[in-house]
Structure formats: structure tokens, C-alpha cells
Nanobody, 123 residues
Framework: QVQLVESGGGLVQAGDSLRLSCAAS????????MGWFRQAPGKERTFVAG????????YYADSVKGRFTISRDNAKNTMYLQMNSLKPEDTAVYYC????????????????WGQGTQVTVSS
């Protein structure tokens, strides 16, 4: 099992950048595929980006492709989401998630979740 803690959210203007971090506890971080999800007010939680356990492959929702970059540092037990060219539509609570095995896109298939960090982008 792992515990996940997100950080790095905040209030920014459209066009600005933020970097989110997800710190994981334990010694088995490298076994987990990781993902970022987000949930806007009144909306369901949706997939944003994913990364394989080794970091060899990444996946992105169409809405963030080319603007967001997911990465991980297994030696530091940390995953990141670099968010550039932020838009008001990116406003949401962002959640870090982990699962054993391959990256998947359904939120119900991730076993471990952080509590979320708020990202607000003003127009």
C-alpha cells in the first residue's frame, strides 16, 4: 500500500504555469503505475495523464496534450504534473492516483488516491 499527498495547486491567471507534485510513502513506489485525475465543480472525475511504473510511457487526455507533462522520479517517490498554458477550463481539484500494473484510464481501477489539490485558473 501507498499513501499519496498532492501539492502545488493554487490560483493563477490564464496562460500561467503550475507544477503539481505527488509524494508517495513506502518503498514500492516503482511498482505502481500513476495517474492524475481532475474534478471540476459539478463534473465527474476524469483522467488527465498517466505514466507507467518505469516512466517509459506517458498518456494524456486530449484536452491537455501538448500543454501538460507528467513525469516521475522513483528514487524520490514522487510524481509530477507540469501544467503550462493553463486555461480556465483546467480549473479543478487535481488528484494523484496509483495502481499496480499498467496505466488505465478509468478512475474505478485505481486503488490509491490522494486528497487532491485545488487548481484555479482565472480568465
Amino acid at each position: 500500500q501507498v499513501q499519496l499527498v498532492e501539492s502545488g495547486g493554487g490560483l493563477v491567471q490564464a496562460g500561467d504555469s503550475l507544477r503539481l507534485s505527488c509524494a508517495a510513502s513506502g518503498r514500492t513506489f516503482s511498482r505502481y503505475a500513476m495517474g492524475w485525475f481532475r474534478q471540476a465543480p459539478g463534473k465527474e472525475r476524469t483522467f488527465v495523464a498517466g505514466i507507467t511504473s518505469s516512466g517509459d510511457s506517458t498518456y494524456y487526455a486530449d484536452s491537455v496534450k501538448g500543454r501538460f507533462t507528467i513525469s516521475r522520479d522513483n528514487a524520490k517517490n514522487t510524481m509530477y504534473l507540469q501544467m503550462n498554458s493553463l486555461k480556465p477550463e483546467d480549473t479543478a481539484v487535481y488528484y494523484c492516483a496509483a495502481r499496480v500494473g499498467p496505466v488505465v484510464f478509468g478512475r474505478n481501477l485505481y486503488n490509491y488516491w490522494g486528497q487532491g489539490t485545488q487548481v484555479t485558473v482565472s480568465s
